[in-house]
């Protein structure tokens, strides 16, 4: 296959899984030599624990932490490093927000408004959120036939009870992008802060957080070919100085008495315990390897496979697209049904054809509900993937209804 990136990704070559088609990029993607060979070489020539020690080896393990840390600052444009608090993924980086800043900032009687595709993990914070504060969440609901979200919907949905706005940029189940800088000014004349879910986007499109307007935005390092178990809060300094920390214990601290305790400056009042240093090393590889291959060239072709798929699924019968029919629009996902075949057989049939993609709700059963679709099967494509994949995936979804004993 030609893509010139597929052989620095040791997966696609393997013996095993050599003939997959992966299309689950949306879950996680695959990783390149370059970042196992960064976390190798950590692991080989800098390990220690960062931050802690006095001695060079735990002063290099530090520097290449900070390094990582810096990186991924530039990356989103962040106005300073310590705005970049290092998590195990999205999900924590939300929760964190959730229990820090919500619970200190969100009063009964106040509104905490999400958008109806949002990812669980950018919902049950905030029911929490509500159910102990008394505070109210209210849903901005998207188009049932293009998947966008309205600026006039979002306006009828913020109003000055509204203290938070959480928001995905990309959603995981449409593909659709969301207008956040536009989002946030309307959130911020409201006296709203927004938090932005960019586990979708930021591996996919620039993203530049002072431009959105981003209060907060959380992503996941396994998601843009990076490690599992690194993900990312970006936070505006002031917000962050004034939440208390989201986990106590060692190296969060600036003194501990007996009874009290007061808390080190930013970062690392919320990076409690041994860090993942090897994690944000390799994390600061995929950064970099992404950078290399260029987030302009990654949306050209996240969007010319989309528009392949789509444009070859309208010519298939009973096979039908959710969200918007530009392929474009799709950031790489496009999710769809079989009329007559559940979309977990619809994978299970696929996988017999070295296919992997996602089915189910996808961690948006509200979105499916919304919707009238509970469950949906999910293609996602990456840079690495090419057209002579997307050419196979859609010969053999040609044949689904059949192998399942329809007589078409």
């Known amino acids: ?45 800098n390990n220690a624990n960062p931050l802690r020690g006095l001695y060079e080896l735990s002063v290099r393990a530090t520097e290449a932490y900070e390094n990582a ?11 300073e490093d310590c705005e970049i608090v290092f998590t195990r993924n999205a999900t924590e980086s939300l929760n964190l927000v959730a229990y820090t800043y919500g619970m200190s900032f969100i009063s009964k009687g106040d509104e905490i408004a999400v958008s109806i595709m949002e990812h669980h993990s950018n919902i049950l914070p905030w029911q929490m959120v509500c159910r102990a504060k008394g505070a109210k969440l209210v849903y901005m609901e998207c188009s049932k036939e293009t998947g966008e979200l309205s600026l006039d919907e979002v306006r009828a949905k913020i109003s000055p009870k509204t ?9 995981n189940v449409l593909g659709v992008t969301n207008p956040i800088k536009e989002i946030a000014e309307i959130a911020h004349k409201a006296g709203a802060v927004v938090v932005v879910d960019g586990a979708q986007s930021v591996p996919h499109m620039k993203v530049d957080v002072q431009e959105l307007g981003a209060d907060f935005l959380a992503f996941s390092g396994h998601k843009l070919t990076g490690p599992t178990g690194c993900g990312v809060l970006y936070g505006r300094k002031a917000l962050l100085e004034s939440m208390p920390p989201f986990l106590r214990g060692g190296e969060m601290i600036e003194y501990v008495t007996r009874e009290d305790a007061t808390w080190a400056e930013l970062p690392a009042k919320f990076e409690a315990g041994t860090v993942n240093a090897a994690g944000a090393v390799g994390l600061e590889a995929a950064v970099r390897y992404i950078q290399n291959v260029g987030l302009d060239t990654i949306v050209q072709h ?15 019968p009973y096979v039908h697209v959710t969200g918007s029919p530009d392929g474009n629009a799709h950031c790489g996902i496009v999710t769809f049904t079989i009329d007559g075949v559940h979309p977990h057989d619809i994978s299970t049939v696929l996988d017999t ?3 992997a993609i996602r089915a189910g709700h996808h961690c948006a059963q509200p979105l499916g509900e919304y919707l009238g679709v509970p469950a949906t099967a999910r293609a996602s494509m990456y840079f690495y993937n090419t057209e002579e994949e997307v ?18």
């Not at 203290?163 to 959603?171: E, F, G, W």
């Open 1 to 45: 296959m030609n893509n010139q990136y597929r052989r620095d990704f040791p997966f696609f070559s393997n013996e095993k899984d050599k003939d997959i088609v992966y299309f689950d990029n949306a879950a996680t993607t695959q990783r390149p030599r370059q970042v196992m060979e960064a976390m190798s070489h950590f692991y080989e020539e």
């Open 69 to 79: 840390r810096h990186t991924v600052a530039q990356f989103i444009g962040a106005a």
């Open 163 to 171: 203290k938070l706005v959480a928001i995905t940029q990309v959603s």
């Open 302 to 316: 996240d969007n010319k496979l989309a528009v392949q798929l789509m444009e070859g699924m309208k010519h298939i």
């Open 353 to 355: 054809e070295h296919i």
């Open 391 to 408: 050419s196979f995936f859609l010969e053999k979804v040609k044949n689904v209804r059949k192998w399942m004993g329809y007589k078409d």
